[in-house]
């Protein structure tokens, strides 16, 4: 049975960092590109971030970009969002997603049950 737990989250206030993990068990970590998204109140789920594979390419949206860092741990089975400089904007619940390919992410076949991030102003 394929699990993503996400954690990491809390309240904060803007300006103030938080590192998102996402661990990864039933499944062949290393296959996957892995990517975060996130959903605020009475808005649809949005692409924050994604790492292939092997970790050497990233694509951020651009309202993180510059702020937020993904990685992975393949070892690990763990894949982490760096996020600084938070926004209240920012606030949201953070999903991590996993599947084969990038273009398949949006609608991925494996889904962690969200974290949330709360930033307050």
């Known amino acids: 049975q394929v699990q993503l737990i996400e954690s990491g989250g809390g309240l904060v206030q803007a300006g103030a960092s938080l590192r998102l993990s996402c661990a990864a068990s039933g499944l062949t970590f290393s296959r996957y590109v892995m990517g975060w998204f996130r959903q605020a109140p009475g808005k649809e789920r949005e692409f924050v971030a994604s790492i292939s594979w092997s970790g050497g390419t990233t694509y951020y949206a651009d309202s993180v970009k510059g702020r937020c860092t993904i990685s992975r741990d393949n070892a690990k089975n763990t894949m982490y969002l760096q996020m600084n400089s938070l926004k209240p904007e920012d606030t949201a619940i953070y999903y991590c997603?996993?599947?084969?390919?990038?273009?398949?992410?949006?609608?991925?076949?494996?889904w962690g049950q969200g974290t949330q991030v709360t930033v307050s102003s």
């Open positions: 997603a996993a599947d084969i390919t990038r273009a398949a992410l949006a609608k991925a076949r494996y």
